[in-house]
């Protein structure tokens, strides 16, 4: 190690321990390190101020209604076009009747993404909101951004119509999918049809402003180089320091069977636990730090519990995007086994509901 990067390692380390915040170069120094031990003992000893030896998870349950979508990016293996044999479509009984079986199963909240379908209106998104609000009473944590961007299209109406007309119907916040990595310079290599990374921030911004909170994501192990992801974690700590309206930053595992990306490798753990442990150290302005364990490996998530992460998502149920893209993981645990995994590693099971009220500590 020379000498220089000692001496980056000490103002890095001078600078959590004040809790001062991190400058560009000092994020792609966290990625660039050999010393991963380095970076995780910061972000476990920032974790510990935030949340001490609490972990949270909750009990939810995933619905993709289509996997129809117009936009095809080159990363997602998940989507289809409709005359593609494999396309689907739920039906609303069908999403009501996943609705009904989570609320049965003890779930608080339910997960639902889907592709962007050239036929469906708007109307539609909001009956469904208003339908699974009405069978089931949970949380209904709905649509990405990017998903958000486009119903302001078909409908025509602005951001804030569209947020405020979903939000009346019930939906309670938004997941942070979408976001990929902000810089143009990936964006229209891995996904030149989506919304730009100013105008995710965009509808975010929106968001908050009505009274949403949303979480943040970064798609990462692809084709980017450090510094984008650097890039990406300041934007989305700028905005952050505007709003306050994001809850949780979750760092996204690329998974690359049945995509249009070269690269053949997933990523490895010793990348996994860096990023999510830089995403703690960076992301001075968020409280929660969530490990997605089915792109992570169960392993990974539980040792993650030390390299800055105080959520586990969740039990899931039902998962078709990382799987469409080759994850050997499960599609569910059970609630059982998501306390089991977090007190072996001697921290405290807290279940908590989507906008982190704590409802039982196990
Ligand atoms: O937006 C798509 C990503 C996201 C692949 O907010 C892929 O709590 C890896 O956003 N390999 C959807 N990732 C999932 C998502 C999410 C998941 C869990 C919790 C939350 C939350 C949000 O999945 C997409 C995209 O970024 N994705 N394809 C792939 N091949
Ligand atoms: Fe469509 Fe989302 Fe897949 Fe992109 S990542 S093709 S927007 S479903």
């Known amino acids: ?45 920032v974790n510990r101020l935030k949340n001490n030896d609490k972990v949270y998870f909750n009990v939810n349950r995933h619905i993709n209604p289509t996997n129809i979508c117009v936009n095809r990016c080159k990363f997602c293996a998940f989507s289809r076009d409709t005359e593609d044999k494999d396309s689907y479509e739920f039906t609303m009984e069908e999403m009501i009747m996943k609705a009904k079986e989570a609320k049965a199963q003890g779930a608080t909240e339910l997960h639902i993404v889907g592709g962007l379908h050239p036929r469906w209106s708007f109307d539609f998104y909001i009956n469904m909101v208003r339908k699974l609000k009405e069978v089931s009473g949970m949380h209904i944590q709905a649509f990405t951004a990017v998903e958000i961007d486009y119903f302001s299209k078909i409908s025509e109406k602005s951001l804030e119509y569209v947020l405020t007309a979903l939000k009346d119907a019930g939906l ?23 919304i730009s990374g100013e105008r995710w921030l965009e509808v975010m911004e929106v968001a908050h402003k009505v009274g949403l909170k949303s979480n943040a994501t970064m798609l990462y192990g692809h084709i ?62 968020f409280k929660h730090i969530k490990a997605f364990w089915i792109m992570l490996t169960e392993k990974v998530a539980q040792i993650s519990l030390f390299f800055g992460v105080n959520d ?51």
């Open 1 to 45: 190690m020379s000498g220089n990067s000692e001496n980056i390692k000490d103002k890095i380390k001078d600078k959590i321990m004040n809790g001062e915040r991190l400058s560009f170069d000092e994020g792609v120094f966290l990625f660039e390190t050999k010393d991963l031990l380095f970076v995780g003992e910061l972000a476990d000893h």
């Open 172 to 194: 309670g916040s938004l997941p942070g999918g979408g976001a990929e990595i902000f810089h143009p310079e990936v964006r229209k290599i891995i996904c030149p049809e989506k």
């Open 224 to 285: 980017e180089e450090y510094w984008h992801r650097v890039d990406h974690m300041e934007r989305l700590r700028r905005l952050q320091d505007k709003t306050g309206g994001f809850q949780a930053f979750i760092p996204l595992a690329f998974h690359p069977e049945n995509t249009k990306i070269e690269k053949r490798r997933t990523t490895t753990g010793f990348d996994d636990l860096k990023t999510l442990a830089a995403g703690r150290l960076y992301l001075d302005n």
């Open 312 to 362: 586990l998502d969740g039990t899931v149920v039902e998962e078709k995007i990382t799987h469409a893209a080759g994850a050997k993981t499960k599609e569910s645990l059970t609630k059982e086994e998501l306390i089991s995994m977090i007190k072996e590693a001697k921290k405290i099971p807290v279940e908590r509901d989507t906008i982190y009220n704590e409802l039982r500590v196990y």
